[in-house]
């Protein structure tokens, strides 16, 4: 009978166990996310969206009368977007798409004031699994109030920390000079320009993580150039020859692009320039009755499918990466943004929310393409629009007649010459994917995308916040504030018309 010595039956035992341990790392190293780059140099993201900044409003698009000399050196300096388009011509939709990679009506934000949905996958989400802090600095927009915006509830349902942010400084909807604020429910009065206090605040939280050499995201999405407009003098005295409207909202603009320059020093000071990447643009397009047109000299505004409603500016930079700076006339869209960090951080496909619209752009920040595999669709206001590369195709679902136009935006960039009689083929190409397109949308929105495969019971429908309880308490203040005033009269006021 043989016998193995004590001393080699622990041997034995130990080798088995160093064995389990080691298929059990291998299978784990197996199943886990490759990253794209290495977990120490994982780039920081910030993401940065103006309020209805229009196509033609930065001086590198040669406005007239506007200097914007911090976004131009940002776009000299990175990958400047052309042809980068707003999810829908309204805010609240884009907010949704930008944070999701969806289009807006998939995650049931139809329109301005429509709450996310809380079955939604966040980027905030992903990056902050991924060991990235998180934070929102701005407008929310996106828990389903309405009116000037007002500091968020910590109570409310929809607050950007349900969402993944670790740290918000936010409001529901756009603000202006000395705004209120809320620090994770905390309302805080600030005074200054909206703009530069936001990122004041950000470059906080940025500071913050870059002492404890942790990767962050930070959202900062400003009030700036939505109305009405509240500029200082000081901002506005390049345009005295302006009405007081243009005046004032190119004033807001002035501090918002300074805002620009300060975050871009900010990042400098702390020595983290190199390795962030901040991406520029706007949630929709420009706004009428404004002089000189914020949208160049596109058709349509803030509103409408057509380019002025839709075409944004958007600059990407990202020093240590985009190492050529250079212009692309390549299609983008805000649902491009959540899959292109995705594929930067190496995070799994499963973080996203199926099905996905956007593309990863991560190729096109060292490379030139030419052509767009995956169309871009938009709906808002029962109307919807296909852009396959140079060829646009509108559904007007308003009214009683229902119509199509079609654009060769190659040819045809201010959307004149309909081409949907001229060219059948084209257009029931176009016209069929469109259809899929919306049916696909009418799924996700019944909520078949979700494990549940329905929409959960508690989405609020969009409302005023003047008719929410909570804020009563706050009314008698808040009626000496210029942008809460008018939505807050008593009877007496109105009386004394």
């Keep these: 009978m043989n016998q193995f010595p004590a001393i080699q039956h622990s041997s034995f035992r130990t080798h088995i166990a160093s064995v389990v341990i080691l298929l059990v790392a ?9 990253p794209s780059v290495a977990a120490e140099n994982r780039p920081n993201i910030i993401l ?18 506007l200097k914007t000399p911090n976004l131009d050196a940002m776009a ?23 944070l999701t990679g969806r289009t807006n009506e998939r995650t049931g934000v139809m329109s301005h004031g429509y709450a996310l949905r809380r079955q939604e996958k966040t980027i905030a989400q992903a990056l902050k699994n991924a060991g990235y802090a998180t934070g929102h600095f701005g407008k929310w927009h996106l828990n389903g109030l309405r009116g000037p915006g007002v500091p968020i509830l910590a109570e409310d349902s929809h607050n950007p920390g349900v969402f993944g942010f670790d740290e918000w400084l936010s409001v529901t909807n756009f ?36 002492k404890a050499d942790k990767p962050f995201l ?16 000081e901002d506005t005295k390049e345009f005295a020859h302006l009405d007081t409207a243009s005046k004032d909202q190119h004033g807001e603009l002035v501090a918002m692009d300074r805002s620009i320059g300060a975050l871009r020093q900010g990042l400098r000071n702390l020595n983290i320039a190199d390795n962030t990447l901040v991406w520029f643009t706007s949630d929709n397009g ?20 057509y380019e002025g409603g839709l075409r944004v500016p958007s600059i990407a930079e990202w020093p240590a990466h985009i190492t050529k700076p250079r212009v692309t006339e390549f299609p983008a869209v805000a649902m491009d943004i959540f899959p292109t960090v995705a594929e930067i951080v190496g995070l799994p496909d499963s973080v996203m929310q199926k099905p996905q619209d956007g593309q990863s752009l991560k190729g096109l920040f060292t490379e030139s393409w030419a052509k767009r595999n995956k169309p871009i669709s938009f709906s808002c206001f029962g109307s919807s629009a296909l852009l396959d590369n140079n060829y646009k195709l509108l559904f007007n679902g308003k009214g009683k007649k229902k119509t199509f136009e079609l654009y060769d935006l190659a040819t045809d960039p ?21 259809e899929a397109r919306n049916a ?24 005023f916040w003047m008719t929410v309880d909570a804020y009563r308490p706050y009314f008698d203040e808040w009626r000496k504030r210029p942008e809460y005033a008018s939505r807050l009269k008593t009877k007496s006021d109105k009386n004394k018309k």
């Excluded at 009428?288 to 000299?297: A, L, R, W």
């Excluded at 201010?414 to 469109?434: F, G, I, Q, V, W």
């Design 175 to 210: 603000f202006d000079r000395n705004p209120i604020m809320s620090s994770k429910g905390d309302f805080i009065e600030f005074k200054g320009d909206s703009s530069e206090i936001i990122v004041d605040e950000a470059l906080k939280f940025i500071g913050k993580q870059a």
């Design 286 to 305: 420009g706004l009428p009755k404004i002089t000189p047109s914020t949208v160049g000299d596109l058709r349509g505004f803030k509103g409408s499918l």
């Design 26 to 34: 291998a299978l784990q190293a197996l199943f886990a996310p490759v």
């Design 414 to 434: 201010l959307e004149e010459k309909n081409l949907y009689d001229s060219h059948p083929y084209l257009a029931a190409r176009m016209t069929k994917t469109l």
């Design 218 to 233: 930070s959202v900062i999405w400003y009030g700036t150039p939505h109305n009405p407009f509240m500029a200082s003098d």
């Design 48 to 65: 940065v969206m103006a309020d209805d900044q229009g196509w033609g409003q930065t001086g590198y698009y040669n406005n007239p009368v």
């Design 76 to 98: 000299a300096n990175g990958l400047r977007l052309d042809r980068y388009y707003a999810a829908a011509p309204v805010c609240s939709p884009t907010r949704a798409s930008v």
């Design 440 to 463: 696909s949308i009418a799924d996700s929105l019944a909520g078949k995308d979700y494990p549940e495969g329905r929409v959960n019971k508690g989405e609020p429908e969009p409302r």
